[in-house]
């Protein structure tokens, strides 16, 4: 049996933004239920964020609609000023005026409101990463991506990514400007974008899975829990977590998957980066592989 190489420990969003491949999805970071309000441990998420960047994270994905506002305010009071080489990717195109209550706001005057509320609440000229939070069904599509590319042109946004796309809307979207992200659900226990992300690989697209430890109910494919029998057997043979190795086999499918687990305890964040380290076997790779179609 032998092992397969991880792919490089960095990848180069839109050719010029080089990150490593775990990174931190900093949701989590607010108030509950519904991700609303301030994070009611605010120095403890100070901590958290610092700390991840001191162990090398330099990718931290958040969005207006975390809080709202107040996930990017908290980043901005841990870590600026900023390294040099911090990417911080935010979203705009969701407005939540209460934590059961989340409208999606794709029309171009709402984007240009968001994406300057954020600029803001981080204390930044430029966005390195701006994503459409989702597609509005009320707003043709292409208005959306328009207003993004007209931000970029006025040097709000550096690069413009989607999140929450199929592949017909991210061509679509790609006619009007580069798109340098994906990021939509994926999972070893939920696959139901595979095309897409195989579409991204092939297009050298960033993809940035979402819900990568299963922690969303699944509407397909098993739970993570579900599938913890074959994750704890192969975990156990390289002395880590079932969960460590879900993340691992996300590293191994792609050199464009950056990974965004989120946590609010610093020891479960160091057990995230770990998996970083952890090179599978062959046939463990193989197994997982097939786990979406037993």
């Keep these: 049996m032998n092992k397969i190489s991880m792919p490089a420990n960095t990848f180069a969003i839109a050719s010029d933004l080089a990150v490593n491949r775990i990174g931190y999805g900093a949701m989590r970071l607010t108030g509950q239920p519904g991700n609303f ?3 009611p441990d605010w120095d403890g998420g ?7 960047v001191e162990l090398g994270v330099n990718f931290i994905d958040t969005a207006e609609a975390y809080g709202p506002g107040f996930n990017e305010e908290l980043i901005a009071d841990a870590l ?8 911080i990717a ?15 706001d794709g029309r171009p005057e709402n984007l240009r409101r968001g994406c300057e509320a954020s600029l803001q609440r981080l204390k930044i000229e430029q966005i390195a990463l701006y994503q459409l939070h989702r597609p509005d069904p009320n707003v043709p599509f292409l208005e959306s991506v328009g207003m993004l590319a007209t931000l970029q042109q006025e040097g709000k946004i550096r690069h413009v990514g989607l999140s929450n796309v199929t592949i017909d809307q991210l061509q679509a979207a790609g006619e009007i400007t580069a798109i340098a992200s994906v990021q939509n659900r994926f999972s070893i226990s939920d696959r139901t974008n ?3 992300f195989n579409y991204c690989t092939k297009h050298n697209i960033a993809f940035i899975p979402y819900g990568s430890l299963g922690a969303h109910p699944l509407k397909r494919g098993a739970p993570l829990a579900n599938a913890s029998g074959i994750l704890a057997e192969i975990a156990h043979r390289h002395g880590v977590k079932p969960n460590q190795i879900a993340l691992a086999w996300l590293l191994h499918r792609a050199p464009n998957i950056i990974l965004i687990p989120g946590t609010t305890t610093i020891a479960h964040l160091e057990e995230n980066l770990a998996a970083n380290s952890i090179d599978l076997l062959t046939d463990e790779v193989e197994t997982l592989n097939q786990m979406a179609l037993a």
């Design 37 to 39: 309000g301030a994070y």
């Design 46 to 52: 100070k901590q958290l964020l610092q700390r991840a």
């Design 80 to 87: 600026y000023p900023y390294p040099e080489n911090l990417v």
């Design 90 to 104: 935010t979203k705009g195109g969701i407005n939540k005026p209460a934590p059961d209550r989340i409208q999606t």
């Design 194 to 196: 595979e095309d897409l």
